[in-house]
């Protein structure tokens, strides 16, 4: 059984903070993809990144950081010098491809306000 | 570039009512498609998913079922509604090449009453 944690319901900051959100992850594969998805008031989740289990690098884009660490089961994100435009929910998921399932499974999000 | 439209963005309709929702993908052949639905603004399910045309996989068994009668559409049906089918739905497509990535659609906001 795959799982995903983010125990981090609501976070709120103030503009220009750093914020980091954190997502734990729980699967018995050895190969898998981690996630993270964006989810602004609109609704639609836009994808920001893929990880697969056999790269441990952390990714940084633009004010976008993604810390990948299999010892700790976590794949967490960082927004530098937050924006208000980046309030919206924050999903992390994880699939399994070897499970012969295309099912994604999704944390509950974190809910990230931004405050001017 | 590939777009993934969904229709309609709104839907109210009655207990007992039918739904139909519909899914459409441009720019890419043979792409897996997906259903989820969202309650309560949280917490993505998974409903179905298929790999080709009319082959559907349900993930959860319910009074819900898809069909797939083109390459690139996926429709969400049922034929009565209940009010715990309220939710926001989406739709999502993977690449035959990639099939890990999934991107999604804008969404259809259902509200059962």
């Known amino acids: 059984a795959q799982k995903v944690t983010q125990a981090q319901t609501e976070i709120s900051v103030v503009e220009k903070e750093d914020v980091t959100l954190d997502c734990v992850y729980e699967?018995?594969?050895?190969?898998?993809?981690l996630f993270w998805y964006k989810q602004p008031p609109s609704g639609e989740l836009v994808f920001l990144i893929r990880?697969?289990?056999?790269?441990?690098q952390n990714e940084i884009s633009g004010r976008y950081s993604w810390n990948f660490q299999k010892s700790t089961s976590s794949f967490n994100f960082t927004i530098t010098a937050s924006q208000v435009v980046d309030s919206a929910v924050y999903f992390c998921?994880?699939?399994?491809?070897?499970?012969?399932?295309?099912?994604?499974?999704f944390g509950k999000g974190t809910k990230l306000s931004v405050i001017p | 570039s590939q777009t993934i439209h969904q229709w309609p963005a709104t839907l109210v309709q009655p207990v007992g009512s039918p739904l139909s929702l519909e899914c459409t993908v441009e720019?890419?052949?043979?792409?897996?498609l997906y259903w989820y639905r969202q309650a309560a603004g949280r917490g993505l399910q998974l409903l179905f998913y298929?790999?080709?045309?009319?082959?559907i996989s349900s993930e959860v068994p319910q009074n819900l079922s898809a069909s797939r009668p083109q390459d690139r559409q996926f429709i969400l049906s049922s034929k009565k509604l209940l009010l715990s089918d309220s939710g926001f739905y989406l739709c999502?497509?993977?690449?035959?090449?990639?099939?890990?990535?999934?991107?999604f659609g804008p969404g259809t906001r259902l509200t059962v009453l």
């Open positions: 999502a497509w993977s690449a035959v090449g990639d099939t890990d990535t999934q991107y």
């Open positions: 699967t018995r594969d050895t190969t898998y993809y």
């Open positions: 298929s790999v080709g045309i009319g082959q």
């Open positions: 990880r697969n289990s056999f790269d441990e």
């Open positions: 998921a994880l699939s399994a491809p070897g499970a012969g399932s295309y099912q994604l499974t």
């Open positions: 720019g890419t052949s043979n792409p897996n």
